[in-house]
């Protein structure tokens, strides 16, 4: 393998550091606790465990969380209320809505729901259309948009000037982090189940992110020599020698594609542990501008 890799886990502990001294210094000089509320709506498992993982970190860092469950019966009248409700709370500076929500439900208005400064995941529609504009900045962006953004920085990649290819259109990661992309002038391309080409497209990239969730997907003729390769996918593949019977892999075929980037992201490990680093960041950066810091 030639690509370097980059360690998802290892920045993300480093951030978990650095926001510790952040917290401690918070509650030390203005007596403020940062503090987050999740709120799940019915019983996705998958979504269940995203939220514990949430509050583990938040304790690990010493911010304040408080998770509130809803029944997938919930309706939209008790979800926005409950919103509300975190909306007025002085001891809350970020809220969580863990998406997806059941399809009863309307998701714009939940999103919308939320206070702004308090949209630590950055899904509200101002701060997505701010996001989208040129001359604007959210108060928040998304998070594992911000991670992935947050990695090409920490390994020193440049992105000012260079082309970069996002393979994926979704709300949650492809287009936000596009739009971040565009804002540190990148030169952006997305493709979708409609570009034509594909292959032809992504080898003009510089810097590739990769987040369609199609296994193992681009294979090494996809990319040029010393790409930059941010894979988010995550998928399962059967394997009988791995304990749960499967393992993780993304949508880049790692070993081949790792033989002529410059920089790759594993799966697991890469982008993943990210996420939530991001997310505790934002909730700090709420707590900050409570107190007058930001």
């Not at 996809?222 to 930059?228: A, E, I, R, T």
């Not at 304990?243 to 790792?258: I, M, N, T």
Request: aromatic letters at 4%.
């Amino acid at each position: 393998m030639s690509a370097y890799l980059i360690d998802g886990k290892a920045i993300a502990n480093t951030i978990q550091d650095e926001l510790v001294v952040e917290v401690q210094a918070l509650k030390e000089t203005h007596g403020l606790v940062p503090g987050l509320a999740t709120v799940l709506v019915g019983d996705n498992v998958a979504s269940q465990t995203y939220v514990r993982m949430k509050r583990k970190r938040c304790a690990d860092v010493g911010i304040y969380s408080v998770g509130h469950e809803l029944s997938k019966e919930a309706t939209q009248e008790e979800v926005e209320a409950l919103v509300r409700s975190l909306n007025a709370d002085p001891a809350i500076h970020g809220i969580l809505v863990q998406l997806p929500l059941p399809r009863h439900l309307d998701e714009e208005a939940v999103l919308s729901t939320v206070a702004l400064q308090k949209d630590v995941d950055g899904f509200h529609p101002v701060n997505i259309g701010r996001l989208a504009m040129k001359g604007r900045d959210p108060l928040f962006a998304p998070a594992t948009p911000s991670g992935i953004i947050e990695l090409l920085d920490r390994v020193g990649a440049p992105i000012e000037g260079k082309q970069a290819v996002v393979l994926g259109r979704s709300n949650i990661v492809g287009l936000p982090v596009s739009m971040l992309l565009l804002k540190r002038n990148a030169t952006i391309t997305i493709c979708h189940s409609r570009t034509q080409d594909l292959p032809a497209v992504t080898r003009q990239a510089d810097i590739l992110i990769a987040a369609v969730g199609r296994t193992e997907m681009v294979k090494r003729d996809w990319v040029k020599p010393g790409v930059v390769v941010i894979d988010v996918g995550i998928n399962r593949v059967d394997d009988p020698e791995a304990k749960r019977g499967y393992r993780l892999v993304g949508d880049v075929a790692f070993d081949e594609v790792a033989e002529v980037a410059s920089w790759i992201t594993p799966v697991p490990g890469g982008v993943g542990p990210m996420t939530i680093a991001m997310l505790l960041k934002n909730t700090v950066t709420a707590a900050k501008r409570v107190a007058g810091l930001l």
